[in-house]
């Protein structure tokens, strides 16, 4: 199996400007979980999808983040406009409700600098 | 207000030696941890967990130990080699399934 995939894997875009960071989750997997890790925060769940539903989006941090699910394989999370404070590692991670350990996968992370 | 601690934010250790990574909690609804090791660059991977009907759980040279009364749990490394330099996370879980709680890390460094 391939993990999760992110891309891309490094992210630099000027404040205001949009940004799209995309996952592609292990295939079979029925949750999907959007985390970001900052020095000053760790590691913050900001939204999770079950079945392509999103269930929490309490963690996103403002309006203008926003993340989608359009089918089991691609999920997206957007910022728009962006801010330098958005500046941070973003991880995808997926799961298997079955699985028992309630272990997630991680991908590699997108570092996202917005000057 | 952080549900799940670690207290340490870094640790050095010599190779060969016990490596001992600790993890605090408060919500006392957390009925599963699990122990993530994270290298640079890369995306933080699974090591071991424990339920807490357990109070502890062994795989190989990975121990991790629970004690529910003190809503501690630690995660033993023996012996430690260099390559076990990476940042520890430490994750809690409610019952059923749910999301997983991180704590903020701890960097460990084993020297040769």
């Known amino acids: 199996d391939a993990g999760v995939i992110q891309s891309p894997r490094h992210e630099v875009t000027e404040m205001g400007q949009e940004v799209t960071l995309r996952c592609k989750p292990i295939?079979?997997?029925?949750?999907l979980f959007w985390y970001r890790q900052t020095m000053m925060r760790g590691l913050e769940l900001l939204i999770y999808?079950?079945?392509?539903?999103?269930?929490?989006d309490s963690g996103m941090p403002e309006d203008r983040f926003s993340a989608k699910m359009p089918n089991a394989s691609f999920s997206t999370l957007k910022i728009q406009p962006s801010e330098p404070r958005d500046s941070a590692v973003y991880f995808c991670?997926?799961?298997?409700?079955?699985?028992?350990?309630?272990?997630?996968?991680f991908g590699p992370g997108t570092r996202l600098t917005v000057l | 207000d952080q549900q799940v601690k670690q207290n340490s934010p870094s640790l050095s250790v010599q190779e060969g030696r016990i490596s001992i990574l600790n993890c605090d909690y408060t919500?006392?609804?957390?009925?599963?941890f699990l122990w993530y090791k994270k290298y640079p660059a890369e995306g933080p991977t699974f090591l071991i967990s424990?339920?807490?009907?357990?109070d502890k759980n062994e795989d190989g040279r990975f121990t991790v130990f629970l004690n529910k009364s003190a809503k501690h749990l630690s995660l033993h490394i023996v012996p430690s080699q260099p390559g076990d330099s990476a940042v520890y996370f430490c994750?809690?879980?409610?019952?059923?399934?749910?999301?997983?709680?991180f704590g903020k890390g701890t960097m460990l460094l084993v020297s040769p």
């Open positions: 424990i339920s807490s009907i357990k």
């Open positions: 295939s079979g997997h029925d949750y």
């Open positions: 994750a809690a879980s409610g019952s059923g399934y749910s999301t997983l709680t």
């Open positions: 991670a997926s799961s298997l409700r079955t699985s028992g350990n309630r272990e997630q996968f």
């Open positions: 999808f079950n079945n392509n539903v999103p269930i929490d």
């Open positions: 919500n006392s609804m957390f009925d599963y």
